[in-house]
């Protein structure tokens, strides 16, 4: 059962429940690989906000994943679609048919176009902003509500801190929900966030290390030994082939990025790649170093996509314990500072 919240948290987190649907305004970031039915049905079902990823999938395959979804859980969860994928309508058509009620587009600017008809489908639509104009833009084309997410954050980033976005688009979006993603393991960050205005948190990396998700051994594993440091930016080589910077756990994957960069641009310049062709040559080094070590465990040589709140994750946990941890200590940044006369008796 989830924890009941102290109404000062709950009405901090009121908001954000509300447009959920959930008992915690905390959403489970939507990771490639990662956060499937498993995982996605644990997060409703501990409280929170469950959202599948569905990466690259065909709609026949987000089908059945949000079916076998439906099976493990009767609480909501959101849906994630990637602005790119060339089925992107059919993914929406599937996401309608099955009464999905959050759409989350990602992966670039989301057309207005897509917009309109998840909302005229029924759906509330969630885009990520990565700075104020684009929050701005996202308003006006009608997004219920916002994502932004730093740079501290795992898998592909914007430039910006957690802390400077939530400072910059805050104070100014209040007409719709803002959830603040990047960095985020410990409840007293949430605290802070909701008491900005946020209407909640988004957190991937600490759920990652959970008993419910399906990650490979050795890729929790990694995770478990990992410090901040650890998890760092990849590196563009040329400005004619620009990488979307991407965050996670330096191995010997990292270094073969660049190799294959360099391979790349090798072959642009001998003529064999066109410069579309090599960008998507580039790109798609990540989602099979990715699978690799999600799914096969290859952590030397697969990518280990995670955020820098790695360094606070310390055990393998159920998703319920990590709700819990992240709520008592939500609750203890909220509660009264101790009196000279508490502390009086707390000594005798």
Known sequence: MPKSLSPSLSSLMERGRAFLGSDYAILGG??????????????????????????????????????????????????????????????????????????????GLPKKVHMDRIKEGGAKVICFAPGL?????????????????????????????????????????????????????????????????????????????????????????AFLKANARDAQLSVQLDPRFPVIPVRGIANKGTATFMEEQRR????????????????????????????????DGEVETGSLMAGQSVGLVKEIQPISDIFEELISQAELALAPPATEHSLQEMRT
């Not at 599948?52 to 979804?69: D, H, Q, R, V, Y």
């Not at 910059?168 to 802070?192: D, Q, S």
């Not at 642009?268 to 990715?290: K, N, P, R, S, V």
């Open 30 to 107: 939507a990771m490639t690989w990662v956060s499937e039915r498993n995982l996605v049905s644990a997060l409703s079902n501990a409280g929170g906000f469950g959202v599948l990823a569905s990466g690259s999938m065909p709609p026949e395959i987000l089908e059945k994943e949000i079916l076998e979804t439906k099976k493990l859980t009767q609480k909501p969860f959101g849906v994630n679609l990637i602005t790119m994928h060339p089925q992107l309508d059919e993914l929406i058509d599937v996401c309608l048919k099955l009464n999905i009620s959050h759409i989350f587009l990602a992966g």
């Open 133 to 221: 104009v684009l929050a701005k833009r996202l308003l006006k084309n009608g997004a219920d509500a916002l994502v932004i997410e730093g740079m501290e954050a795992g898998g592909h980033v914007g430039p910006v801190s957690t802390s400077i976005l939530a400072q910059e688009i805050l104070p100014v979006i209040k007409e719709i929900p803002v959830f603040v993603a990047g960095g985020i393991g410990r409840g007293e960050t949430i605290v802070a966030y909701l008491r900005m205005g946020a209407a909640g948190c988004q957190l991937g990396t600490r759920f990652v290390v959970s008993e419910e998700c399906v990650a490979h051994e050795n890729f929790k594993a």
């Open 264 to 295: 790349v641009i090798q072959a642009f310049d001998a003529g064999e790649y066109t410069q579309e062709e090599a960008q998507l040559a580039i790109e798609h080094f990540w989602a099979g170093a990715l699978r690799r070590a999600v799914q």
